[in-house]
């Protein structure tokens, strides 16, 4: 480009700007594909550079060379969407990492709450009974003795009897997430 054609540019001369589009775009490609290794990507990159070099009238403060202003623009333009894509990419990459550790632990819960219903099957018949109605269906021991037609004491009996099955049938961690779960959620 000439001195004359960059004076036009700077005037805002359109067909100057479209002059210095079309002879310089594909070495611009070319050039931002050395950084990027995608054309798309590099088209996308020097399209836009384009675009904002004429819409915010960037040609109008140009000092020295408009090639390695160019050359410049481009590839700090490369740079930042090299930046980009590795956030967007580390983004990515946290999100299916929590994804995984959720599902991980979605697992173990469900599998720990199938340790205590088996655990909670293998009490005595009337235990079982007992600590169903007092636990997951939160009835006192007074209901329950009732319900069923027993002493109160043959209810605090049978409990006694189902936590300590429970605590000696399951691991530490589930008895105390069985615990919590009969306190906390009544």
């Known amino acids: 480009m000439t001195d004359e054609e960059l004076q036009e540019l700077k005037l805002g001369d359109e067909r100057a700007y479209k002059r210095l589009f079309y002879m310089y775009y594909a070495n611009l490609v070319l ?56 956030r967007h990419h580390d983004r990515l990459i946290h999100m299916v990492v929590e994804e995984a550790e959720e599902f991980k632990f979605s697992l173990e819960e469900m599998e720990e709450r199938e340790e205590i219903q ?43 009897r189902a936590f300590k099955s429970l605590r000696d049938s399951l691991s530490g961690k589930t008895f105390t997430m069985i615990l919590y779960m009969i306190l906390f959620h009544r």
Do not use: H
């Open 31 to 86: 050039y931002a594909n050395a950084f990027l290794k995608n054309r798309e990507a590099s088209e996308d990159v020097v399209q836009e550079f384009f675009i904002t070099f004429w819409y915010e009238k960037k040609y109008k403060s140009i000092v020295g060379g408009l090639e390695g202003y160019l050359y410049r623009s481009v590839r700090n333009n490369c740079l930042n969407y090299l930046r980009n894509e590795k």
């Open 118 to 160: 088996r655990a909670i099957n293998k009490l005595p018949e009337q235990c079982r009974a007992i600590f169903t109605l007092c636990c997951l269906e939160n009835m006192k021991y007074q209901e329950v003795a009732n319900q069923l037609g027993i002493s109160i004491n043959t209810v605090r009996t049978q409990m006694g």
